[in-house]
């Protein structure tokens, strides 16, 4: 018998160490800007890795947050970008309404990559776009 070898090598997968090390960091922004964030970490399947909702964040911004990280691995592209071509008469319009309208199309979301290869995603809600934009962008550099 053959032994199935391993699916995903350790480089190609999202611990829960990055996870929290990418947790910290956009917490760390979030708070320098003064806006209390949900943030979400999703692995290569888009799969939740970790979540942190900072006291006083939105509730709402929970499900959202883990939604923009899942958007931003299903079509490896940040939020942002996805947004700007999914205006009415945009390539993507209408996008935000597919799977079963778990697509977010406002920024927060931002794909980890690692040797070129999107690995994960994370996701951040709770503020104006451009304040989920960079403590996501905080997050990711930690990455």
């Known amino acids: ?3 199935i070898e391993q699916v995903q090598k350790d480089d190609e ?10 947790i910290a960091a956009a917490e760390q922004k979030a708070q320098e800007i003064g806006q209390p964030m949900n943030i979400a ?4 399947g888009g799969n ?7 006291d006083n964040a939105w509730i709402g911004s929970v ?17 942002k970008d996805l947004a700007e071509n999914s205006q009415s ?15 977010m199309i406002f920024a927060g979301g931002i794909p980890l990559k690692r040797g070129g290869q999107v ?10 776009g451009k304040q ?12």
């Open 1 to 3: 018998m053959h032994h």
């Open 89 to 103: 008469g945009d390539q993507f319009f209408g996008i935000h309404v597919s799977n079963d309208c778990r697509v």
């Open 63 to 79: 499900d959202i947050s883990i939604k923009k990280a899942w958007t931003a691995r299903a079509f490896d592209i940040s939020t």
């Open 13 to 22: 997968m999202i611990t829960l160490a990055d996870a929290r090390r990418i």
């Open 48 to 54: 939740l890795v970790a979540h942190v909702r900072m």
């Open 41 to 44: 970490v999703v692995d290569q």
């Open 132 to 143: 989920d934009h960079a403590v996501a962008e905080a997050g990711a550099e930690a990455f």
């Open 119 to 128: 690995v994960g995603a994370v996701g951040v809600s709770g503020g104006m």
